[in-house]
């Protein structure tokens, strides 16, 4: 078998797995604004979690289910994984983001123009980045009615600096704990077969609390799958480039990700990694 043809089950099921993603992580979020289905931030943090869960669950024995380029790159710089496959499966992660945000569209399209229409919302305006929220990510998180009551008083509430800082942050506790939660050294560890629900809760409880403040990415394929659809569908450059600019937009959502995953994985393969295969310390 070609190298070719060993990648195309591995890059379909990354497309899948972060399909998987995006259809409930940002399907709850779909239903949380426009129809006020979920309450609280809990209950969407726990779709989050879940879709996690059963994405890996579904394609992680295939592909590893990374479904994230934060994970992949974290992967590849510690030495777990080829630098040749990093392009299919980024591409395929994107690809699995964009087609989940295709089909939440088809499904809530009516409910968002029947939402925008009762809010004075016209999709494309400042005004719009509401609904676009649904779809790509912003700081602060413009669905908190705090942040909308501070953004019309011109008051900063969360600035690039500490937006930059909570993904970096929040990547690097994520990819700290998949590192931690499946090393087979680890004999504190949940094993292979828990090890899902465990990482599906770790972004439950990442999203609880950044979430409402940069609408927790830690995904930089979550964010841009989704934000390019948004732009097509007409939102217009309050998808892309974003209210606050391109370079903001890819600060918080694309270099902070990548580096907080490659932090936090460095971090765990150099601090604890060697450790694990002696047991513990007092032993």
């Not at 869960?53 to 592909?63: D, E, K, M, P, R």
């Not at 964009?98 to 305006?125: D, M, P, Q």
Request: aromatic share 10%; proline share 7%; with cysteine.
């Amino acid at each position: 078998m070609s190298k070719d043809q060993e990648i195309q089950p591995c890059a379909l099921a990354e497309c899948v797995g972060t399909f998987i993603l995006v259809f409930f992580g940002c399907g709850s979020v779909h239903v949380a604004v426009t129809l006020d289905a979920l309450q609280g931030g809990w209950q969407v943090a726990s779709v989050w979690g879940f879709a996690v869960t059963l994405a890996v669950y579904a394609v992680g024995n295939i592909s590893g289910a990374h479904i994230n380029p934060a994970i992949t790159l974290a992967l590849t710089v510690c030495g777990r994984f080829p630098r040749r496959r990093v392009p299919a499966y980024v591409g395929s992660q994107l690809a699995g983001a964009f087609l989940g945000a295709c089909c939440l569209y088809v499904i809530f399209s009516g409910s968002i123009a029947r939402f925008e229409e009762e809010k004075g919302i016209t999709r494309g305006e400042p005004e719009s980045i509401v609904t676009a929220a649904m779809y790509g990510e912003y700081y602060p998180n413009p669905t908190i009615r705090l942040h909308q009551d501070a953004a019309r008083e011109k008051v900063v509430t969360l600035g690039l600096g500490a937006a930059v800082f909570a993904e970096v942050l929040g990547t690097a506790f994520l990819a700290f704990c998949v590192f931690a939660l499946t090393d087979p050294d680890n004999k504190g560890g949940p094993g292979r077969l828990l090890s899902p629900f465990f990482i599906g809760a770790t972004v439950a409880l990442l999203v609880a609390v950044l979430g409402p403040v940069t609408q927790a990415c830690l995904n930089p394929a979550r964010d841009f799958g989704p934000r390019i659809f948004a732009a097509l569908a007409g939102w217009g450059p309050v998808a892309l480039p974003g209210p606050g600019g391109l370079g903001a937009t890819l600060a918080v959502y694309l270099a902070a990700p990548l580096a907080g995953g490659v932090l936090g994985g460095v971090a765990y393969c150099r601090l604890f990694g060697p450790s694990q295969k002696g047991g513990p310390a007092a032993s």
